[in-house]
Every structure is written in structure tokens, then in C-alpha cells.
């Protein structure tokens, strides 16, 4: 009866040539139904016509053209999916930028490829591999050459004898605490330990529990001491790694293979992250098969902008990822907002404090910056399921020591191999090493019991005072305030710097004051996108903080009295990286990167 009544009114509101409007909910209901209806019968009979006519196709050709036109249907579709959420999440312009660069880097690779000038980039090349041979390939007369096995053994002795001697080879002064980061020393009585450490262990392979016991109490127990200090949940669990960029590929595998298996994901997966996350992420998503969507950072907190990551995320993330502090800026992203949007989306969120290691974690602790809230980068952010943490930077321990650590089990096995039918027998490894030298953990053991607590909070006390020493300089001093600005604010052990737009703008060169300090026995890491130097400040760095400032103003001073009498930039890493951000270079810059790597295993 009340069908009769909404149809009795549909008819009675209904007028020849004027689209119907609804007059109340029951009409509107009616009124979609009734269309809905109608296009799914014209829809039947163009689908019964269109394949199953015999006047069109017969069989079997109804059911071939059926199928090719689902898969048309199926790619327009996925491509037509795709451009409408790159869109959304780099919006227009910016897309536009990303074609344009796109199109422009292949014509001029295109161009570069012609044998005229191909061969001019090659001499070009060709002249910069011998500088960089020059610089790399560092020998000596008096060095003993070994091309090949010799035919018999050194003694111990003229082993030793050369092990010094090829310690004597020109290199950056890191001894008196001159490079930046790289060198993470905690003193020669740790030295001393951890070389007795390796000595009684060094036949060790964390591969055979069962064969050294001890070194498997030791790592867990270092699994466990580093999950304390970035406030584990219950439940929580890890292992140890090689270094940082391996718990960085375990944790992009880690999250791959979890939205496989808890979410059905096949193909297509995105991961998310800021423009300064660390390149291991991007080797882990070239490694596995994942897209890398990078983000900007906000213009003002050189953060990752939440804003951009929103946009971004769709059915396919399988992780986003933030850092605690990132490598280039030492600026800590905002984990808080990130781990929001991870909550609301159902996403894992790694936090990468490698870098920051036990300088982060002991912030708080330490007291440095007094009562000032510090931002929250730990397992106490509800939405954080993974940190990687490097304990050979500021935990002291040996190089090749890092930590990957998960809010659950769930997600650490999915970052284990298991062959359970293997010839050889049942086969399982945690990690992407097989064989891993126990030794090495055991020396990361022995470091992190001989420091406790107390002693990290002071080494974090004195570098990061150091580095908050530095930045208060860089805004503070007449010369350095006026030509340089430090980028953000960095709260940890890492600061960088820029030039300012106004001096920048006019051809004035951070790559050029950097190759002045250099002169001066300083190594500042030189940075991209903006220009920018950057000094991780080390236990080595802290006597000598003063005479780093002021060479920086010295520095300063001669960069000025050269830009103001010369027009033409003398900058060797200048030149590289304007190739590096050229799309009219493209692919030579990744060439130059190739011919360093080769020339690390020339003799």
C-alpha cells in the first residue's frame, strides 16, 4: 500500500519534459531505486547483446572478446587508480614539476648518449676519476703489495709492523675529533675491552646457539637492555643487525611481508616517508619491490609535512616512516602526528634513531636541555611499531653493531627466512646474515654493561652541549649570524647550516666554505637540497669546540674576501652536486657515484 502511495505521488509530481525532483525522503528513496532498477536491465540487455548475440560473436569468440575487454577494463582502470591518487597526493603542480623532470631527464640522457658528446662527457669523467683515484687510492713505497697470495706466510711480527705502518697513510684527522660523526670513540680503556672481548671470542657465530651459548645470552640481553631504554611495551622483542642499513631493510621487509599476510596485499606496495630518511630505506624499497613516495618538509621545522603524508596514503602503504633525528638536519620529525595517522589508518610506522642512538633516548634523562618538553619518539607513541638503533654510533659498541626492534612478535617474524625442507635440513635465519660474527655482539655486550646508565647520560650531556653550543653561536656571532643559518632546530648531537637566501641568492657558497675548512683539518658532511654543511659532534669533538668556532668565523672571512673578488665558483663539490641537481646532466652524477665505488677495490 505505501509503494502504491510513493508511486501515486511520483506520477502526480511528474510533468512532461521537467526532471522530477523528490519531494521528501520517501521520494528520493523511490527515485534512486526506480534508476538504479532501470540502468541495471539496459545494462543486462547491452551485455546479453554485446556477447552472447549471435549477430556480434559466436562462440567461443563472445567469451575471448569478453575477457579481452575485462582486462582493458582491468589496466585502464589500475592506470586511471594510479594517476588519480598521485594526483591526489602530490596535487597538480607538483606533479606536473615531476613530469616535466621525468621527460626532460630522459631527452637530455638521450642527448648525452649522442657519440659527440658522449665522448666529451667521457673525457670529462674521465679526468675526474683520476682526481678521485688521486684522492682514494692512498700508497706508500715502503708498504708491502699484495696482488696476490704470497707464497709464504708473514710472521706476526712484520704483520703487525704493517698494520702500523698503513695506519700512517694521509687521512681526515679524526683522532682530534675534526670529522664529523664517523668516528664514534669511547675512550682507549673501552678500546682495550672490546679488543680482549673479540680476542676470546673471535671464532664466535651467532649462526650456533647451541655451539656458543654465551653469545646468545649476550645478544638477547643487549636486545633487551636497548628495548628498556626506548620504552618497550610487554611483548615487545627485536634482534641485533650488521648496522643501520640492514635494520632498515629489515624493517621494509618486515612491513612487506606483513601486509601480505595480515592484509592480503599482492603487488603495489608504497611506502612513505620524509625527503631526509636516511637512503636505507630507499635500498630497502629497491631491494624488495616497494614505491618510495618522499615528502616535503615543512618550510619552517624542516619536519616531515603530515599534511603531504595524508595525501599519500591509500590501500597500498604498507609503512610510513619517520626520523629520531634525520642524517642531514639532526631534526627530529614529528613521530606524534605520524603515528596518528598510522593509528588511523591501520599502517606501521618505523621511527629511524640510528643516528640518534643512545643521544635520543637519553634526552630526557640526561637533563641537557633542562625541564624543556622534548618531543615523544619511542614505543610510549601508541602508533611506533618499529626502531632501529645504531649502538656503534653513541652506544660506543664496535662498528657493525645495530639494533632493529618491534612492538610485537608479529612483526619481527616477518622479517625471518625459513626453510623448512632444505636437503641440507631445516634452515631458519633472523636476520639477512647467515653466519654473523659473534664477536662483535659480544664486544656491543661488554661495551653496554661498562657504560650503564650513568655514563651514557653524561656522554649525552657533553656532545649534545657542544652541539647546542655551536648553534647558539651560528644565530648569536656578528659574522656567522650574518652570513649562515642554522636549519630548524636540531635538540640532539647533529647541526646543520646553510647559507642565508640573500647571500645564497648571489652566488655565495656553503660547498666553498666547507672546501675552506677542509684546508683548515675539519670535515664537515656536505649536504643537497638546500646547500648545506652539517657537523655530528663525537666525545672527540668536545675539548676542541672552541677552535672549531672559530675557524668557522675564520672561514667565514675568507669565504667573503673571495666571493666579493671573484665571480667564478672554486669549488670542486659545487660542481658535483650542480651536475647532481641538473636534469640537463642527467645520469652523470650517478656515474661518478659508480667510479668511486670501483675505485675502492682498485689496487
Same mark, same amino acid.
Given at each position: 500500500?505505501?509503494?502504491?502511495?510513493?508511486?501515486?505521488?511520483?506520477?502526480?509530481?511528474?510533468?512532461?519534459?521537467?526532471?522530477?525532483?523528490?519531494?521528501?525522503?520517501?521520494?528520493?528513496?523511490?527515485?534512486?531505486?526506480?534508476?538504479?532498477?532501470?540502468?541495471?536491465?539496459?545494462?543486462?540487455?547491452?551485455?546479453?547483446?554485446?556477447?552472447?548475440?549471435?549477430?556480434?560473436?559466436?562462440?567461443?569468440?563472445?567469451?575471448?572478446?569478453?575477457?579481452?575487454?575485462?582486462?582493458?577494463?582491468?589496466?585502464?582502470?589500475?592506470?586511471?587508480?594510479?594517476?588519480?591518487?598521485?594526483?591526489?597526493?602530490?596535487?597538480?603542480?607538483?606533479?606536473?614539476?615531476? *613530469?616535466?623532470?621525468?621527460?626532460?631527464?630522459?631527452?637530455?640522457?638521450?642527448?648525452?648518449?649522442?657519440?659527440?658528446?658522449?665522448?666529451?662527457?667521457?673525457?670529462?669523467?674521465?679526468?675526474?676519476?683520476?682526481?678521485?683515484?688521486?684522492?682514494?687510492?692512498?700508497?706508500?713505497?715502503?708498504?708491502?703489495?699484495?696482488?696476490?697470495?704470497?707464497?709464504?706466510?708473514?710472521?706476526?711480527?712484520?704483520?703487525?709492523?704493517?698494520?702500523?705502518?698503513?695506519?700512517?697513510?694521509?687521512?681526515?684527522?679524526?683522532?682530534?675529533?675534526?670529522?664529523?660523526?664517523?668516528?664514534?670513540?669511547?675512550?682507549?680503556?673501552?678500546?682495550?675491552?672490546?679488543?680482549?672481548?673479540?680476542?676470546?671470542?673471535?671464532?664466535?657465530?651467532?649462526?650456533?646457539?647451541?655451539?656458543?651459548?654465551?653469545?646468545?645470552?649476550?645478544?638477547?640481553?643487549?636486545?633487551?637492555?636497548?628495548?628498556?631504554?626506548?620504552? +618497550?611495551?610487554?611483548?615487545?622483542?627485536?634482534?641485533?643487525?650488521?648496522?643501520?642499513?640492514?635494520?632498515?631493510?629489515?624493517?621494509?621487509?618486515?612491513?612487506?611481508?606483513?601486509?601480505?599476510?595480515?592484509?592480503?596485499?599482492?603487488?603495489?606496495?608504497?611506502?612513505?616517508?620524509?625527503?631526509?630518511?636516511?637512503?636505507?630505506?630507499?635500498?630497502?624499497?629497491?631491494?624488495?619491490?616497494?614505491?618510495?613516495?618522499?615528502?616535503?618538509?615543512?618550510?619552517?621545522?624542516?619536519?616531515?609535512? *603530515?599534511?603531504?603524508?595524508?595525501?599519500?596514503?591509500?590501500?597500498?602503504?604498507?609503512? *610510513?616512516?619517520?626520523?629520531?633525528?634525520?642524517?642531514?638536519?639532526?631534526?627530529?620529525?614529528?613521530?606524534?602526528?605520524?603515528?596518528? *595517522?598510522?593509528?588511523?589508518?591501520?599502517?606501521?610506522?618505523?621511527?629511524?634513531?640510528?643516528?640518534?642512538?643512545?643521544?635520543?633516548?637519553?634526552?630526557?634523562?640526561?637533563?641537557?636541555?633542562?625541564?624543556?618538553?622534548?618531543?615523544?619518539?619511542?614505543?610510549?607513541?601508541?602508533?611506533?611499531?618499529?626502531?632501529?638503533?645504531?649502538?656503534?654510533?653513541?652506544?660506543?659498541?664496535?662498528?657493525?653493531?645495530?639494533?632493529?626492534?618491534?612492538?610485537?612478535?608479529?612483526?619481527?617474524?616477518?622479517?625471518?627466512?625459513?626453510?623448512?625442507?632444505?636437503?641440507?635440513?631445516?634452515?631458519?635465519?633472523?636476520?639477512?646474515?647467515?653466519?654473523?660474527?659473534?664477536?662483535?655482539?659480544?664486544?656491543?655486550?661488554?661495551?653496554?654493561?661498562?657504560? +650503564?646508565?650513568?655514563?651514557?647520560?653524561?656522554?649525552?650531556?657533553?656532545?649534545?652541549?657542544?652541539?647546542?653550543?655551536?648553534?647558539?653561536?651560528?644565530?648569536?656571532?656578528?659574522?656567522?649570524?650574518?652570513?649562515?643559518?642554522?636549519?630548524?632546530?636540531?635538540?640532539?648531537?647533529?647541526?646543520?647550516?646553510?647559507?642565508?637566501?640573500?647571500?645564497?641568492?648571489?652566488?655565495?657558497?656553503?660547498?666553498?666554505?666547507?672546501?675552506?675548512?677542509?684546508?683548515?683539518?675539519?670535515?664537515?658532511?656536505?649536504?643537497?637540497?638546500?646547500?648545506?654543511?652539517?657537523?655530528?659532534?663525537?666525545?672527540?669533538?668536545?675539548?676542541?669546540?672552541?677552535?672549531?668556532?672559530?675557524?668557522?668565523?675564520?672561514?667565514?672571512?675568507?669565504?667573503?674576501?673571495?666571493?666579493?673578488?671573484?665571480?667564478?665558483?672554486?669549488?670542486?663539490?659545487?660542481?658535483?652536486?650542480?651536475?647532481?641537481?641538473?636534469?640537463?646532466?642527467?645520469?652523470?652524477?650517478?656515474?661518478?657515484?659508480?667510479?668511486?665505488?670501483?675505485?675502492?677495490?682498485?689496487?
Amino acid at each position: 500500500m505505501s509503494d502504491n502511495i510513493v508511486v501515486n505521488s511520483y506520477l502526480s509530481g511528474k510533468s512532461f519534459g521537467v526532471p522530477y525532483m523528490p519531494r521528501d525522503f520517501p521520494e528520493l528513496v523511490f527515485y534512486i531505486k526506480t534508476f538504479i532498477y532501470s540502468y541495471t536491465i539496459q545494462t543486462f540487455y547491452w551485455f546479453s547483446e554485446r556477447y552472447f548475440s549471435e549477430q556480434v560473436f559466436t562462440y567461443p569468440w563472445n567469451y575471448l572478446a569478453l575477457a579481452r575487454d575485462v582486462w582493458i577494463t582491468w589496466v585502464v582502470w589500475t592506470k586511471l587508480s594510479y594517476f588519480v591518487s598521485w594526483i591526489r597526493g602530490y596535487g597538480i603542480v607538483r606533479s606536473l614539476r615531476a *613530469l616535466y623532470r621525468n621527460v626532460s631527464t630522459r631527452v637530455f640522457k638521450f642527448i648525452l648518449s649522442l657519440p659527440i658528446i658522449k665522448n666529451k662527457v667521457d673525457s670529462e669523467l674521465a679526468a675526474t676519476l683520476v682526481k678521485m683515484e688521486k684522492e682514494l687510492m692512498k700508497n706508500d713505497d715502503s708498504l708491502l703489495q699484495f696482488p696476490s697470495l704470497p707464497e709464504q706466510g708473514l710472521s706476526k711480527d712484520a704483520i703487525v709492523e704493517e698494520l702500523d705502518k698503513l695506519q700512517e697513510l694521509k687521512h681526515s684527522n679524526w683522532v682530534d675529533g675534526r670529522v664529523s660523526g664517523a668516528v664514534y670513540h669511547g675512550g682507549d680503556d673501552l678500546l682495550e675491552l672490546q679488543a680482549e672481548a673479540y680476542r676470546k671470542y673471535s671464532v664466535a657465530n651467532q649462526l650456533h646457539p647451541d655451539v656458543f651459548p654465551g653469545v646468545r645470552k649476550m645478544e638477547a640481553e643487549v636486545v633487551a637492555m636497548v628495548l628498556e631504554i626506548f620504552n +618497550g611495551p610487554k611483548g615487545s622483542c627485536g634482534s641485533t643487525t650488521s648496522g643501520g642499513t640492514e635494520s632498515l631493510l629489515l624493517a621494509g621487509l618486515a612491513a612487506r611481508e606483513y601486509a601480505k599476510r595480515k592484509k592480503g596485499l599482492t603487488s603495489n606496495f608504497e611506502v612513505i616517508a620524509p625527503v631526509t630518511i636516511h637512503a636505507g630505506i630507499e635500498k630497502a624499497c629497491y631491494y624488495f619491490g616497494m614505491r618510495l613516495h618522499k615528502v616535503d618538509l615543512d618550510p619552517k621545522t624542516y619536519q616531515v609535512d *603530515l599534511k603531504k603524508v595524508k595525501r599519500l596514503i591509500n590501500s597500498n602503504t604498507v609503512l *610510513l616512516v619517520g626520523s629520531a633525528p634525520n642524517f642531514p638536519h639532526g631534526i627530529i620529525d614529528d613521530i606524534e602526528g605520524l603515528s596518528d *595517522l598510522a593509528v588511523k589508518y591501520n599502517i606501521p610506522l618505523h621511527v629511524d634513531a640510528c643516528l640518534g642512538s643512545f643521544i635520543v633516548t637519553f634526552l630526557e634523562r640526561s637533563k641537557v636541555h633542562g625541564d624543556v618538553d622534548l618531543p615523544k619518539f619511542d614505543f610510549r607513541v601508541p602508533g611506533v611499531t618499529s626502531i632501529s638503533c645504531d649502538t656503534h654510533k653513541y652506544g660506543f659498541a664496535p662498528k657493525g653493531s645495530s639494533i632493529i626492534m618491534y612492538r610485537n612478535t608479529q612483526l619481527r617474524e616477518c622479517q625471518y627466512y625459513i626453510s623448512s625442507d632444505w636437503t641440507g635440513g631445516m634452515y631458519g635465519s633472523p636476520t639477512l646474515a647467515g653466519s654473523r660474527p659473534g664477536a662483535l655482539m659480544v664486544g656491543c655486550w661488554a661495551t653496554l654493561v661498562n657504560y +650503564g646508565i650513568a655514563g651514557y647520560e653524561k656522554s649525552c650531556r657533553d656532545i649534545v652541549s657542544s652541539a647546542m653550543k655551536v648553534k647558539k653561536a651560528i644565530r648569536s656571532d656578528k659574522v656567522l649570524s650574518t652570513y649562515l643559518e642554522v636549519i630548524g632546530e636540531p635538540v640532539a648531537s647533529v647541526i646543520s647550516f646553510k647559507v642565508k637566501d640573500e647571500y645564497a641568492k648571489k652566488k655565495f657558497s656553503v660547498y666553498e666554505l666547507g672546501d675552506i675548512l677542509k684546508k683548515k683539518g675539519w670535515h664537515f658532511s656536505t649536504l643537497q637540497h638546500p646547500p648545506a654543511l652539517h657537523f655530528a659532534f663525537t666525545k672527540l669533538t668536545i675539548p676542541i669546540v672552541d677552535e672549531m668556532l672559530a675557524d668557522l668565523v675564520s672561514s667565514v672571512h675568507e669565504l667573503v674576501d673571495h666571493w666579493e673578488n671573484s665571480t667564478t665558483p672554486s669549488s670542486d663539490v659545487a660542481t658535483i652536486y650542480g651536475v647532481a641537481g641538473s636534469v640537463r646532466t642527467a645520469g652523470v652524477a650517478d656515474k661518478v657515484i659508480v667510479a668511486f665505488l670501483d675505485t675502492l677495490y682498485k689496487i
